[in-house]
């Protein structure tokens, strides 16, 4: 234990000895974590909101002109009765001409004038859950659309399909630029390492003269690797959050818009597992380096 | 592994036929024998090139020889494995002419590093360091850069670091080398207090004057070869190392 908390204080004593070289890593890997952090930040939150979207997204299925109540009846009946559906609302000409009205606002009076029968009636769909998705959209539009009472069905699909690949576009993006980031930060801790390994070659002799193993000398160089890289996905961390409650405040008018209460931040547990991860990628730069480099 | 000091009638140290070769035709160190007990004070000298380095560094194991022995504590160095190799390290206090303090650390943290590499509690290091710094005369430098230090400083300093571990034999390579004469003088008190407290001595120097104002048994080199051995215990008698003639002939590249 001592050992352990020995070796942890020559570390810090070390990045305080070559506190130039450690900022400069440590700016360098901020500047490279807050980009990735931004990415994942901004891909959590795109998901999020196409989330919300699809749930609120309906199928609308046009009735014709005159069908009979009891027809009306009927398909409402079944529709309720599919298990894909969560919900079914039928809106009468009237209710539509009304919902026109309200939607234009101010130029409602443009509509008010229009006889009812100008608006078919329709079916508002709304889908479970699990069914929220383009196949089952477009298997039950087809089923609708085959029935006799129903003119025309509008699903909104492309507009959805759109939005998930631009998601996943970023969420793939999101991945290879993570993995760019570990290589970026290997190359950076190394480098450090490699430096410190330079500078401080004479010193590293001098203890192995005293006695000192290679875990020894070798032990707080890995250390510090793990130090700086955390120690920067930390501050990354730390300075996007403080963007996104900035950011937040700046867009309220937008925030409703997108039907989300307010922009996500990372999960405990994500911080952790990226703060946790630097910390082993720190490591295994550091580890990378020492062993090309450190000859004792 | 064995590291309890030997009695003082037992050899600490025993090199045996010891030879080194860097080039075929001129050995670096030819068949050195000789027999260091506990707390003796031995003077390798010789001129620039004679050998006296490479002794130390065989003896340090950073080179490994080519023919013949060394025995430390009944332990064969060359037998040891790597990895215990720093554990024996840690019996030897070693001093160089050019003092190798680390010049960004203080006094304090330069003489703590064996300490440290034994991984001693903090306050029994501050302990220490303020004793052997107190030993050296360097109290009150504690914190002082080693930078700052004057050459008689660093000196005492480096001494304190190889002394500040209690080591069993205690290496100095011309240490007095970079200092005056009345400095020079000040450090010969340093290793013989440290000899009198039972710390076998090894200092190569090539200063007779040094040597002549403070005398002690020697091993005098040139070329390599012992060319005289004064006031010191021959080595028990054993055979010559097998295959020294064919390298010294010249079957050997080192």
Redesign the interface.
């Known amino acids: 234990m001592r050992k352990g908390a020995n070796m942890v204080v020559r570390a810090i004593r070390g990045l305080v000895r070559d506190l130039r070289r450690a900022g400069a890593t440590l700016t360098a890997l901020l500047a490279v974590f807050l980009v990735l952090g931004a990415f994942i930040v901004a891909v959590s939150n795109m998901n999020r909101i196409l989330g919300r979207w699809a749930e609120d997204l309906v199928i609308t299925a046009y009735l014709r002109e005159g069908v009979s109540k009891a027809d009306i009846k009927n398909l409402l009946t079944a529709l309720r009765q599919t298990p894909e559906i969560a919900e079914v609302r039928y809106v009468p000409p009237e209710a539509a001409k009304a919902d026109l009205e309200k939607g234009l606002g101010r130029e409602g009076d443009l509509a008010r004038d229009l006889e009812p029968d100008l608006f078919p009636g329709f079916f508002e769909i709304r889908l479970q859950g699990p069914y929220l998705e383009t196949r089952t959209l477009d298997h039950l539009a087809g089923r609708l659309e085959k029935l006799g009472p129903v003119e025309e069905v509008v699903t909104y699909r492309q507009w959805y399909e759109k939005l998930s690949s631009l998601v996943s576009l970023l969420r793939t993006a999101c991945i290879i630029f993570g993995l760019l980031v570990v290589l970026m930060t290997l190359t950076v801790i190394a480098t450090t390492v490699r430096l410190s390994l330079l500078k401080h070659s004479r010193e590293f002799e001098v203890m192995k003269l005293c006695g000192a193993t290679n875990r020894f000398i070798s032990t707080p160089l890995v250390i510090e690797g793990s130090l700086l890289a955390s120690a920067a996905m930390g501050t990354a961390i730390g300075l996007l959050y403080l963007v996104l409650l900035r950011f937040g405040a700046l867009s309220s008018d937008l925030i409703p818009l997108l039907k989300v209460q307010s922009f996500s931040f990372l999960s405990a547990y994500s911080i952790s597992l990226l703060v946790l991860g630097s910390a082993m990628v720190g490591a295994f730069g550091s580890h990378l380096a020492i062993r090309r480099h450190l000859r004792v | 592994m064995p590291l309890r000091s030997p009695p003082q009638d037992h050899p600490l140290l025993r090199v045996l036929h010891l030879s080194r070769f860097y080039r075929r035709d001129k050995p670096a160190l030819f068949d050195v024998t000789f027999d260091l007990h506990p707390g003796e004070f031995l003077y390798v000298a010789g001129p620039s090139g004679a050998g006296k380095s490479t002794l130390i560094r065989l003896l ?1 194991r950073i080179e490994t020889p080519d023919t013949g022995t060394i025995h430390f504590m009944d332990l064969n160095i060359a037998e040891v494995s790597d ?1 215990s190799m ?5 019996k ?1 206090g ?1 001093v160089y002419q050019d003092f ?1 303090l ?1 010049e ?1 650390l203080s006094l304090q943290d330069n003489v703590a ?2 300490l ?4 001693l ?1 903090r306050t029994e290091i501050r302990r220490r360091v303020d004793e052997i710094l107190e030993w050296v005369g360097l109290q009150g430098k504690e914190k002082d850069a080693a930078q700052g230090l004057s050459g008689g400083e660093k000196q005492r300093a480096a001494i304190a ?1 190889a002394m500040v ?1 209690r080591p069993l034999l205690l290496l100095a390579d011309e240490p007095t080398g970079n200092l005056d004469a009345v400095l020079a003088d000040e450090m010969m008190d340093l290793f013989e207090r440290a000899s009198e407290e039972n710390t076998a001595v090894i200092l190569a120097t090539h200063d007779r004057l040094l040597m002549a104002s403070r005398p002690h048994p020697s091993l005098v080199l040139s070329q390599g070869r012992v060319i005289g051995l004064s006031g010191q215990a021959p080595a028990a008698a054993q055979p010559r190392a097998p295959g020294l003639e064919e390298m010294r002939a010249g079957g050997h590249e080192a």
């Open positions: 340090q990895a720093p554990f024996l390290r840690r030897i070693v190798r680390i960004d590093f064996p440290e590499v034994l991984g509690p670091r571990h």
